[in-house]
Nanobody, 119 residues
Framework: VQLVESGGGLVQAGGSLRLSCAAS????????MGWYRQAPGKQRELVVV????????NYADSVKGRFTISRDNAKNTMYLQMNSLKVEDTAVYYC?????????????WGQGTQVTVSS
């Protein structure tokens, strides 16, 4: 599974951005997808994860009510709509997929896209 993010950039606090993650390869084997982020000097943290069927999502408390994950199965693309952005949302955002045909499943990561929120 290959993952390619796009859509990062510079935005003022209170603004919005939409990130995209295009998946290719063995997409049929994806069990879950989501987004993580890593701010300078901090560990990578979960933003949101969604089950392959879309029936279950888990958001970090810090983004609940502001960020929304969605996907377009026909395009094998996942999105992260980020509204009411805060300076503390500044980070490199990584697309993530858990995939495989046998347990344990494998973790796949995109290259990351920078999101910078200015005050």
């Amino acid at each position: 599974v290959q993952l390619v993010e796009s859509g990062g950039g510079l935005v003022q606090a209170g603004g919005s951005l939409r990130l995209s993650c295009a998946a290719s390869g063995s997409t049929f084997s994806i069990n879950a997808m989501g987004w993580y982020r890593q701010a300078p000097g901090k560990q990578r943290e979960l933003v949101v994860v969604m089950s392959s069927g879309g029936g279950s999502t888990n958001y970090a408390d810090s983004v609940k009510g502001r960020f929304t994950i969605s996907r377009d199965n026909a395009k094998n693309t996942m999105y992260l709509q980020m509204n009411s952005l805060k300076v503390e949302d500044t980070a490199v955002y990584y697309c993530y997929a858990e995939a495989g045909t046998t347990w344990p499943l494998n973790d796949y990561w995109g290259q990351g896209t920078q999101v910078t929120v200015s005050s």
